[in-house]
């Protein structure tokens, strides 16, 4: 029965580390989600498709031309939860 538990807490786990997928994309660089916050709002972007426009022309466009823009609007829905 223990063992049970433990297989479907470690399940939850992994299902919720995955729906925050978008969000590691980011922190896999940035280091935390703070971090992350701070750059979006420092862009002044009012939405996911802003971000991707401010990220996209921004000065550091070449570091996330490998980042996809469905992650940026995900990473943008996640921080303004
Ligand atoms: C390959 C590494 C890498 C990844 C992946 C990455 N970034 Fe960045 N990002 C950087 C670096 C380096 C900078 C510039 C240095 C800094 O200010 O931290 C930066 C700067 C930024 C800026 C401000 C710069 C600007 O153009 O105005 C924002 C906003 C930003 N990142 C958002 C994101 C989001 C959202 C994600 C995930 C979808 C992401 N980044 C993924 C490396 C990365």
Excluded: N, P
């Excluded at 029965?1 to 580390?17: D, E, N, P, V």
Aim: net charge positive; glycine share 8%; charged share 30%.
């Amino acid at each position: 029965m223990k063992k049970c538990l433990a297989i479907l807490t470690g399940g939850l786990f992994l299902l919720s580390a995955v729906s925050s997928w978008a969000v590691e994309s980011c922190v896999k660089c940035h280091k935390s989600m703070d971090k992350v916050k701070e750059l979006v709002k420092a862009t002044g972007a009012k939405s996911g498709d802003e971000l991707v426009k401010a990220i996209r022309g921004g000065k550091k466009a070449g570091v996330h031309k490998a980042v996809k823009d469905e992650d940026i609007k995900k990473a943008f829905a996640e921080i303004s939860k």
